[in-house]
DNA sequence: ACACGTCGGGG
DNA sequence: GTGTACGACGTGT
């Protein structure tokens, strides 16, 4: 049998463990192996070569079944040889950190390696499996109940294969409707489930979705219960039947499941939704309101964590991300209309309830399914080994780590465990006392870049390429003196073995990366089949994220293989790398690099023609490469019309690309935000509208007028109230606030007015700012009122605190001042004034008076001559300079 | 600029 | 389960 693994994990049968693998076998059928046979093992390291005490203690411990002397490679710090060291083989999984903890108080012991592996995972490294991979196995098919698949069996023989055809994976999406008694969210421990929705792809016995309801209509796919009780009883029944292998939902890590398996605990119903009789769901509160569901045999995925984790919106309610995402509506019913339309006792109003339910469940599912939310996941799976449940639930770190794993014990090297919280602290420590200094970031050239072209040039792949080209590993890195041994030196003096000493380990996986990225990248270019494409695409976006996970892994305090060395050797050969280009650019070719972060570097061509331009791109990237080594090289793939550079990490680009030999241009923005969800829209609007004109026209004056503009509007009520509107949601009983915050009092507001239509908990509530001298919280209003009553905006308020915050940044790069900004003309300070005439030749000496001529020391702060002349600053060269001086200005 | 706390999604 | 622990955005000395 060939299977595909989705999940895995052990039972303990007759005090031996046994490896379950679930899947789907070659036959679409699905299926679980077990593997009998296989035992837990770690490795121990002896103080002063005392092995032989450190064995004789440990092998009169129960439960190990073997201890053997083996010869194996230390992770950290090159060593030529292999090192005696004990591996201990035990019988129970569970009793490995027991005697793990034990050994490590043991004076003989010096390290202790690979005791803090799961079972499932030592299993799966040991035989190349990996999460969503293929295994071809030689095994005998059983009956067992433990089981639910359709077809279960003893594996004697397993081992990674190619994908033999394709599966039909299933999936199914769930959401439940709850009343409140206590008003705010529904509380499983007193509050129950009157509906639940499924919805299933591909379809489940003709029905693209499922409700189970205890009022209202029995359809086709509407199924009347008599109560909670029987409503989910049918529901797992129902999961059963239809078996899904991704259980989906919007928010149901967080809400549905931790609800319904809850409701099935107090109801005292079996909680077996997964693939086994013996192993229930669970939910686990991992943080504070941060709770993950687990379900036997099936994957759990989010959908709204997945879009989280993916997309970048303003709000992320389903409402929301199905029109932007699926260009879909959601039926909205309001929190409040829930109860009423469940106890009006009308027909058609429980079945728009039940409409509704129905739909969302369908949603949640087209989320994850028509936008492909998985495909990048079951990649990042194959490449580094991990199950797809922790692929989407598990950081980088894990994925590093299971990859690490494999590759070193191939080459004979152990792992270390896991640094306890001491060891953390301790690393913390010396992270902030040694630092991690991060990539070099080139001091920007200020303002508006319009007047030639901007090559972009960057190092492909920077990180992952200098562990290759400088062997980088934890097993190659060489403390102190070494004799007899070619190594290599990194600019700020990190000494590693060469490569054709010991190739690192490191070095090597990423080698094997990029090259199957490179691969993938071809073979795209070729694909024509839309589906292929998008597989190809999520395997090459695979390559790239775990690639540059490793960096990150070696500077991380809590890695098996965190090395402070490695990761500043990386950093500091990038900043070497990128300033040694910048000298070749500026010094050699002459150009201006007016700006550059960590692998990247912005120059600036005196050629506004987009072809031409081009040509000198290519011809500075070749010259940059020819004296760059072989794995370190620059790409070019874009140019700038124009660039505003605020400041570091801060920027706006016209961007112009070549692709198929046509021209496709895009405004591209680093750091400057445009949509922020405390920013009302006129801000957004204003800012975008803003930036097109100064990058595409090159005008600034034309945005200052803009801006000039809309502030004038703004002044003179001319803005549609829509655009002021400030969004917040309500998180707990307005009497539970403990500071003053605007929307809540907003809410307390309209309560009073109207109790019934007020906002309450987890409400989203808009309001506007209005004009009065009572604080702001109080003058915060409900827009409609606003209209109705008639009541004027604090415009004052919009131009200070939503405004002017993110726009004049803009302008300050460009050279404005705040009240050129504010339409008042020209109104720098004398001070400011008197700095930029000095940088300018003229050098300053005095003010002197239009009209009598009178001189003075410091401006009279009228600005004007006791005879009524205009003052103008006065030179050496006799010149004068009109300036309005203002009062207050000194 | 920085540390610290809260909120998000769901009904 | 041989185990790990969110991230973005807000406020506040």
Redesign the pocket.
């Known amino acids: 049998m060939k299977m595909q693994v989705l999940d895995a994990?052990?039972v303990i049968i007759e005090d031996r463990p046994i490896v379950r693998m679930f899947g789907r076998d070659e036959n679409n059928k699905t299926a679980c192996g077990f593997v009998k046979g296989y035992f837990?093992?770690?490795y121990m390291l002896a103080r002063d070569g005392k092995i032989q005490d450190m064995e004789k203690f440990v092998s009169s411990k129960q439960d190990v079944i073997k201890c053997e002397r083996v010869m194996k490679k230390l992770p950290r710090g090159f060593s030529k040889d292999p090192t005696e060291m004990l591996k201990v083989t035990l019988r129970n999984?569970?009793k490995?950190?027991e005697l793990?903890d034990l050994m490590k108080t043991h004076p003989q012991v010096e390290e202790i390696f690979?005791?803090?592996?799961?079972?499932?995972y030592?299993f799966m490294a040991d035989y190349s499996i990996s999460g969503m991979g293929w295994v071809d196995t030689e095994c005998a098919d059983i009956n067992t109940h433990t089981v639910k698949t359709e077809r279960t069996v003893n594996v004697t023989k397993i081992k990674p294969t190619d994908q033999p055809a394709s599966v039909q994976t299933k999936y199914m999406a769930v959401?439940?409707?709850?009343?409140?008694k206590s008003?705010?969210?529904?509380n499983p421990s007193e509050d129950d489930i009157i509906i639940i929705s499924l919805a299933f792809y591909p379809e489940h016995r003709g029905n693209k979705s499922m409700v189970l309801t205890i009022r209202g209509a029995n359809t086709d796919s509407v199924i009347r219960c008599l109560d909670e009780t029987e409503m989910l009883t049918k529901m797992a029944g129902i999961i059963d039947d239809y078996d899904p292998d991704v259980i989906t939902g919007?928010?149901i890590n967080?809400?549905d499941l931790p609800f319904i398996l809850k409701r099935m605990e107090m109801l005292k119903l079996p909680r077996t939704i997964g693939r086994c009789n013996d192993k229930q769901a669970y939910t686990?509160e991992?943080?504070?309101?941060?709770v993950?569901a687990?379900v036997p045999g099936r994957v759990v995925a989010d959908s709204?964590q997945l879009i989280k984790k993916n997309f970048l919106f303003k709000?992320?309610?389903?409402?929301d991300v199905s029109r932007i995402l699926l260009n879909q509506e959601k039926l909205d019913v309001a929190?409040s209309e829930?109860s009423k339309l469940w106890n009006s006792g009308d027909k058609d109003k429980i079945s728009r309830l039940i409409d509704y339910a129905r739909k969302?469940a369908e949603l949640a599912l087209d989320l994850v399914v028509k936008k492909q939310l998985l495909d990048k996941y079951i990649e990042l799976s194959k490449l580094s080994g991990v199950l797809l449940q922790?692929s989407l639930?598990?950081?980088e770190?894990?994925r590093v780590e299971n990859l690490l794993l494999r590759e070193f014990n191939k080459k004979n090297f152990v792992v270390p465990c896991?640094p306890e919280s001491s060891d953390i602290r301790k690393k913390e420590q010396e992270k902030e006392d040694n630092g991690l200094k991060g990539g070099f970031v080139l001091t920007p050239k200020v303002g508006l870049h319009s007047d030639g072209l901007i090559v972009v040039l960057d190092f492909r792949s920077m990180y992952p390429s200098i562990f290759r080209s400088y062997n980088i590993c934890p097993t190659t890195i060489v403390k102190g003196n070494i004799d007899g041994v070619e190594t290599i030196k990194t600019p700020e003096g990190h000494t590693f073995v060469s490569k054709d000493v010991q190739e690192g380990i490191i070095p090597n996986i990423l080698g094997n990366l990029l090259e199957e990225r490179a691969k993938i990248k071809k073979s795209m270019r070729q694909e024509t089949d839309e589906e292929k494409r998008r597989i190809l695409d999520a395997k090459q976006l695979a390559t790239k994220i775990l690639a540059n996970s490793f960096y990150g892994y070696t500077g991380y305090t809590?890695a098996k293989l965190y090395i402070l060395d490695i990761a500043n050797a990386i950093t500091s050969c990038g900043r070497y790398l990128i300033q040694t280009v910048t000298k070749t650019v500026e010094s050699k070719l002459g150009y201006q690099a007016v700006y550059g972060d960590t692998d990247s570097i912005m120059v600036k061509i005196p050629e506004t023609d987009l072809e031409r331009g081009w040509d000198k791109g290519t011809e500075i990237m070749n010259t940059i490469n020819s004296e760059l080594s072989g794995a370190m090289q620059m790409e070019f793939e874009k140019l700038f019309k124009s660039f505003l550079i605020l400041t570091k990490k801060r920027y706006a680009a016209w961007k112009f690309v070549k692709e198929n030999g046509k021209w496709k241009d895009k405004i591209e923005m680093k750091g400057i935000?445009t949509v922020?969800?405390?920013w009302c829209e006129l801000v957004s609007d204003t800012m975008n509208k803003t930036i097109d004109i100064i990058l595409k026209k090159g005008d600034t004056k034309e945005a200052l007028s803009y801006f000039n503009g809309v502030m004038k509007d703004l002044a003179e009520n001319k803005i549609p109230i829509e655009k002021l509107v400030i969004t917040?949601?309500i998180?707990?009983s307005p009497s539970n606030y403990a500071?003053m915050q605007p929307h809540i009092e907003l809410a307390k507001k309209m309560a009073k007015r109207n109790s019934q239509d007020a906002p309450?908990?987890?409400?989203r509530i808009g309001y506007v700012i209005t004009k009065g001298n009572q604080l702001l919280s109080k003058r915060t209003e409900d827009p409609a009122y606003v209209k109705e009553k008639r009541l004027e905006i604090d415009h004052v308020y919009y131009v200070e605190n939503q405004m002017l915050p993110p726009i004049e940044r803009i302008f300050t790069a460009l050279g404005f001042s705040k009240s050129e900004l504010l339409g008042k003309g020209r109104q720098s300070s004398l001070m400011e004034m008197m700095k930029s005439k000095q940088t300018k030749s003229n050098v300053f000496e005095g003010f002197v008076c239009a009209g009598c001529g009178n001189e003075y020391s410091a401006s009279p702060l009228t600005g004007l001559c006791q005879c009524g002349g205009k003052i103008q600053i006065r030179t050496p060269t006799g010149a004068t300079e009109k300036i309005t001086v203002q009062a207050g200005n000194v």
Do not use: C
């Open positions: 994990d052990y837990p093992y770690f999984p569970q490995v950190s793990r690979e005791a803090d592996i799961l079972f499932k030592r959401d439940i409707e709850t009343l409140s008003g705010g969210l529904p919007f928010n967080n809400f686990k991992i943080v504070k309101n941060r993950r687990s709204y709000r992320y309610g389903l409402m929190h829930i969302d922790d639930d598990g950081g770190a894990g896991r809590k935000e922020r969800r405390d917040k949601s998180t707990k500071g309450g908990v987890g409400d």
